[in-house]
């Protein structure tokens, strides 16, 4: 069972974007609040009226977001 949905959210093309590791969802956004709302509102979308416990993933189910830095060591 899914306890927690997580998404990796890295800057692309002029835009912020956010991918869900367990879920087929893709979102993107100009800041970094835009796009988590997105995230938001896209997870809450893909799941609404679905059956929970036949895909997995828990009623109570919380989202992780991980920002991507790229070449951190590189300064």
């Given at each position: 069972?899914?306890?927690?949905?997580?998404?990796?959210v890295?800057?692309?093309?002029?835009?912020?974007?956010?991918?869900?590791?367990?879920?087929?969802?893709?979102?993107?956004?100009?800041?970094?609040?835009?796009?988590v709302?997105?995230?938001?509102e896209?997870?809450?979308?893909?799941?609404?009226?679905?059956?929970l416990?036949?895909?997995?993933?828990?009623?109570?189910?919380?989202?992780?977001?991980?920002?991507?830095i790229?070449?951190?060591?590189?300064?």
């Amino acid at each position: 069972m899914i306890d927690v949905i997580h998404a990796i959210v890295h800057f692309g093309e002029g835009a912020y974007v956010a991918e869900c590791v367990e879920l087929a969802v893709v979102t993107q956004g100009g800041s970094l609040e835009e796009v988590v709302a997105n995230l938001r509102e896209a997870v809450g979308l893909h799941l609404e009226g679905e059956d929970l416990e036949e895909l997995g993933v828990a009623p109570t189910a919380r989202l992780a977001v991980t920002f991507e830095i790229p070449d951190v060591l590189r300064g």
